[in-house]
């Protein structure tokens, strides 16, 4: 996974403010590439703030330092700063893979074809974490078989259907393993919730 620095990160932030009133209309309009809103609506996502994955400016400034935060030690905000920087990636590309109207809306907090906001968001987080799991499995395969399986194509001892099939058992694993980590956040955060000032 890249690491950015704070300045590109930065730079990214306001590029993406400059290019916010590309997104003012739907991409139903008609007008130019069938996907530029799409494009536009992911560029606003990919900067220093991702929708989906929260982290501090503290805990930024933390991992680039390879220190610890937030009740973290430097290894655990390393590992927050990888997540955070995959959602950044899989959500740029889980908007491109969007109805154009769908991705403007998401990206801006609004429903769209039927669904209201709240029900944009769901469906959006859920093709995000579909897309992490692409990410990680293709991150974790071989240079030759992902470049034989994007070309159609069979490697080490495996033809194109057993490569195919083979990265679907890889995101599969993948999503499980994330979705059983969120799981067990919400609990962590449940329990917390429900402490009172005589717990600490």
Same mark, same amino acid.
């Given at each position: 996974?890249?690491?950015?620095?704070?300045?590109?990160?930065?730079?990214?932030?306001?590029?993406?403010?400059?290019?916010?009133?590309?997104?003012?209309?739907?991409?139903?309009?008609?007008?130019?590439?069938?996907?530029?809103?799409?494009?536009?609506?992911?560029?606003?996502?990919?900067?220093?703030?991702?929708?989906?994955?929260?982290?501090?400016?503290?805990?930024?400034?933390?991992?680039?330092?390879?220190?610890?935060?937030?009740?973290?030690?430097?290894?655990?905000?390393?590992?927050?700063?990888?997540?955070?920087?995959?959602?950044?990636?899989?959500?740029?590309? !889980?908007?491109? +893979? *969007? $109805?154009?109207? &769908?991705? #403007? %809306?998401?990206?801006?907090?609004? /429903?769209? =074809?039927? @669904?209201?906001?709240?029900?944009?968001?769901?469906?959006?987080?859920?093709?995000?974490?579909?897309?992490?799991?692409?990410?990680? !499995?293709?991150? +974790? *395969? $071989?240079?030759? &078989?992902? #470049? %034989?399986?994007?070309?159609?194509? /069979?490697? =080490?001892? @495996?033809?194109?259907?057993?490569?195919?099939?083979?990265?679907?058992?890889?995101?599969?694993?993948?999503?499980?393993?994330?979705? !059983?980590?969120?799981?067990?956040?919400?609990?962590?955060?449940? %329990?917390?919730?429900?402490?009172?000032?005589?717990?600490?």
């Amino acid at each position: 996974m890249k690491k950015f620095s704070m300045t590109f990160l930065l730079a990214l932030a306001v590029t993406a403010l400059v290019s916010t009133g590309a997104l003012a209309h739907c991409g139903s309009c008609g007008v130019g590439d069938e996907h530029a809103h799409a494009k536009d609506a992911a560029a606003k996502v990919t900067t220093a703030k991702a929708m989906t994955a929260k982290m501090g400016e503290c805990c930024m400034k933390s991992a680039a330092a390879g220190k610890g935060c937030c009740g973290m030690d430097a290894g655990a905000v390393q590992a927050k700063l990888a997540d955070y920087e995959l959602t950044t990636e899989a959500e740029a590309i !889980a908007l491109e +893979k *969007m $109805h154009s109207c &769908c991705a #403007t %809306a998401v990206a801006d907090g609004k /429903g769209c =074809c039927g @669904k209201d906001a709240e029900g944009s968001k769901v469906a959006f987080a859920s093709l995000v974490l579909d897309t992490k799991a692409e990410l990680t !499995a293709r991150d +974790k *395969m $071989h240079s030759c &078989c992902l #470049t %034989a399986m994007d070309g159609g194509e /069979g490697c =080490c001892g @495996k033809d194109s259907a057993g490569l195919k099939t083979a990265f679907e058992s890889k995101v599969s694993k993948a999503r499980e393993i994330m979705v !059983a980590a969120s799981e067990a956040g919400d609990k962590i955060k449940g %329990a917390k919730k429900n402490l009172t000032k005589a717990d600490y």
